[in-house]
Structure formats: structure tokens, C-alpha cells
């Protein structure tokens, strides 16, 4: 059965849908480049940094898109080695590591991108890009909302775990009282 698209659908899946978008123009720009420069002898000469703004775009919100379904590659050898009651406190200390990892990649990509806007001085002086003269925190701004997307996901998966545990609690705690 075929899902209904509603503005709902279209926000909940937002990261996956502008990291398919930017990838598929970043594969049509190469290849239309790659055509124009070996056929024509006459190179798409703004493509490359076009394709280079969407390739950030795609890597960071695709990270995050990849955080938020769990396809991130994870190595849990050593964690799975460890005797029961080791495992969960190993994970929590991991996912409490990577959200502050994670609080601050996007703080540092944000002050980045604070800079790409305004000098040490204080005064707005928006750096261009070289070819198009476009802003470059157009293209810098990326790597702050992934970043942050992947964060708020890390907080949201935390708080699952933490409600599941406080569950698990309670229904033993039942168990216990009724046996």
C-alpha cells in the first residue's frame, strides 16, 4: 500500500529527502560537466563549486538522516565481550559521550559559521564564494544543522532508552509485588 504524502511525511523525512536531492544534482552536474568537457571542449565552469556546496550539504544532513534510522557503522566487539550487567552501563557512558561530542561539533561548526558572517571586529563582513559570489554560510551552515539534527536525535534515542528502562523497572517492581 502505497503512503499518502502529507506536509507531515514531507517534514518527518525532510533530511533524507534534501540529502536525495542535492546528491542527485550533484551526480547530474558531474556527469553534464564531465560531457561538456570532453565533447564540447567547453567545461560547466561554476559546477564545481556548486557540486562542492551540495556535497557538504549532502555528507552533513546525510549524516544526520543516517543517525536518526541507526546506519551509522558501530563497533561494539568489545561491549559485547562484557558480561550482562556491563553491557547497558557501557552503552549509556557511550551515548553519553557521543551527545557531548556531538553538543560540540555543533557549537564549534556554528561559531565557524558566525565567522563566514561576521569579522573579529565584530562588523558583518559575509565572505563570497570565488566563482558565483554566493554567501559561503550558505554552504557552511550545512555542517552546524547536521550536526544538530544528529544531537537532537542522540537526546530523543537517550530519552527512549530512558523511558524503556524506567518501564522495565516498573513491570518488574508489579511482578515482584504480585508473586
Known amino acids: 500500500m502505497k503512503k499518502k504524502i502529507t506536509p507531515k511525511l514531507i517534514f518527518q523525512n525532510l533530511d533524507a529527502i534534501i540529502t536525495g536531492v542535492t546528491l542527485t544534482i550533484c551526480v547530474i552536474l558531474v556527469n553534464a560537466n564531465v560531457l561538456m568537457r570532453y565533447f564540447f571542449n567547453n567545461p560547466i565552469r561554476w559546477a564545481e563549486e556548486v557540486v562542492t556546496s551540495l556535497f557538504v550539504w549532502t ?3 546525510g549524516s544526520a538522516f543516517a543517525y536518526r534510522r541507526h ?5 561494539d566487539i568489545l561491549v559485547n565481550l562484557l558480561p550482562g550487567k556491563a553491557k547497558p552501563a557501557v552503552k549509556a557512558i557511550v551515548s553519553v559521550l557521543e551527545l557531548l561530542v556531538l553538543i560540540m561539533l555543533t ?19 559575509i565572505v563570497m564564494t570565488d ?26 534515542f537517550m530519552g527512549q532508552k530512558l523511558c524503556a528502562g524506567l518501564k522495565e523497572r516498573a513491570q518488574k517492581r508489579k511482578e515482584g509485588e504480585n508473586a
Open 59 to 61: 555528507v552533513f544532513i
Open 71 to 75: 546506519s551509522h557503522l558501530g563497533v
Open 107 to 125: 557549537v564549534i561548526s556554528s561559531q565557524y559559521v558566525y565567522h563566514l558572517i561576521v569579522s573579529p571586529a565584530g562588523k558583518i563582513k
Open 131 to 156: 566563482m558565483l559570489r554566493v554567501p559561503k554560510w550558505w554552504t557552511g551552515i550545512a555542517v552546524p544543522i547536521g550536526f544538530g539534527l544528529s544531537t537532537i536525535y542522540s537526546i530523543y
